[in-house]
């Protein structure tokens, strides 16, 4: 389904949701990632269907279904705005001086079939889940035939996770044309939880016209069809972000991903272009990029975090992410009070949202929103000593995976008391790890 459908469709929602099921969320720590929105201690959330229809106190409800969330903070989930879901199944390949990312990400891609894409993307999806990320932006650049798109598309809508599928090529080099055909077709099967987009890239060859030309095609594909567009400023990040500009490139649906050394003027256009950021700091520093400052970035409004691929940043941990990205800061500036926590957690929800096109949607809790939500049980011994006052840094500096103790996507409880509600652990494990060992013997 298209962005524009999607968001289209988010007036409807709160009429419609109305005949769904009633959830009712009880007695948690409301944590606000909006500006000049306070948080809501001893707060519940009221669900019908796949909507939030209120917020507030001593809320009831007949025949609702109850969480308790009492002695737990309530936000939204997590939103990994760049992802590579595909390389789940290389996790560990990845052993830098002989095993760098690119190289092997390349040879390991060419050998995977559609089933080794479903696992892939599936169990990362699932994995993302769990670990309290509701929505991902994933850059599926490994896109071998239709087969394969189809797949990943499949993956996603029964992992149960919200996503934008960014669709782009088998070639990591550019020389092959994106299979805008294929995404048309699949721009027309319904989902209501993953949309599409255009995984674009820019050539390595800056001079190559012909190349520029399948690229211009590509890109007025995705203007004309109002698809969100993620495009890699790495490598070459200089002369890649002016191209992006002297080309009138930059524009409201384009989101630059990495970028980690964009000079300001460059980060000045984006910005008045309306364009979208995605930092991943694990990723960025793993493949030596640079050292990510996310203070560098203030100038940008629509500013979110990725993990790049969980294979990539070691596992789907966005909390790791958040404590580097605030270790960095402190580290690089000498200086312990530049990291503000509460600013982190809203770059890796609703700044996530607005780079991918879906904070009328998603990326905070209030009325009329889908019911996209993560609870954190603090009742452990890692998040335990904390004496009260503002949870957001105990949450950046302390929390991790496994604090996690509730999901909800779209209304649906996912994750209960510490545990996936409709998933074979082990069985999706073995089921990884088999097309994991497939992919090592073709070596």
């Known amino acids: 389904m298209r962005l524009s459908a999607l968001l289209l469709l988010n007036c409807c929602f709160f009429a419609s949701a109305a005949e769904g099921p009633a959830l009712l969320i009880k007695n948690g720590y409301l944590l606000s990632v909006q500006p000049g929105v306070a948080d809501a201690p001893d707060s519940d959330v009221l669900i019908h269907g796949d909507t939030i229809v209120k917020t507030g106190k001593d809320l009831s409800e007949s025949g609702a279904e109850v969480v308790d969330a009492r002695g737990k903070y309530i936000l939204p989930g997590f939103i990994d705005a760049h992802s590579h879901l595909w390389i789940t199944t290389l996790r560990g390949q990845f052993r830098n001086k002989d095993g760098e ?18 696992t892939a993307i599936y169990s990362g999806a699932v994995e993302q889940i769990a670990a309290g990320i509701t929505t991902s932006g994933d850059f599926f650049d490994n896109v071998r035939g239709p087969a394969w798109g189809e797949a990943g598309f499949k993956a996603l809508n029964d992992a149960g996770i919200r996503a934008v599928m960014f669709y782009g090529g088998p070639d990591k080099t550019t020389k092959t044309a994106i299979d805008l055909e294929h995404l048309r077709q699949l721009m027309a099967q319904p989902s209501a939880r993953v949309s599409l987009g255009l995984a674009w890239r820019l050539p390595r060859d800056m001079q190559d016209r012909d190349n520029w030309a399948m690229r211009d095609r590509e890109f007025n594909f995705a203007r004309q069809n109002k698809l969100p567009v993620q495009v890699h400023v790495s490598g070459k990040p200089d002369a890649m972000f002016n191209a992006l500009i002297e080309r009138h490139y930059l524009a409201p649906f384009v989101t630059v991903v990495h ?60 909390f790791a992410t958040l404590r580097l990205a605030a270790l960095t800061q402190s580290g690089a500036s000498k200086d312990e009070a ?36 993560q609870i954190i049980n603090p009742q452990t011994l890692n998040m335990s000593g904390f004496g009260g006052g503002d949870p957001a840094a105990l949450i950046v500096y302390s929390a991790g995976p496994q604090n996690v103790d509730t999901v909800i996507v779209d209304g649906k409880v996912l994750k209960r008391g510490g545990k996936m509600v409709t998933i074979d652990d082990n069985e999706l494990i073995e089921r990884a790890n088999a097309s994991a060992r497939r992919l090592s013997e073709q070596q």
């Open 338 to 373: 530049r990291p503000d926590p509460r600013r982190l957690l809203a770059m890796a929800t609703l700044g996530g949202a607005k780079t991918l096109g879906l904070d009328k949607m998603t990326g905070s809790i209030e009325p009329g929103k889908r019911a996209d939500i």
């Open 259 to 318: 970028a980690t050394d964009a000079k300001l003027q460059q980060l000045a256009a984006l910005e008045k272009a309306g364009g979208g950021l995605v930092l991943t700091p694990v990723s960025e520093q793993r493949v030596g990029y640079g050292l990510t400052r996310t203070d560098h970035f203030h100038g940008v409004d629509r500013l979110g975090l990725g993990l790049d691929g969980n294979a990539l940043a070691g596992s789907a941990d966005m």
């Open 101 to 118: 990312f690119s190289p092997v990400s390349t040879r390991s891609g060419a050998r995977m079939q559609q089933q080794d894409i479903y």
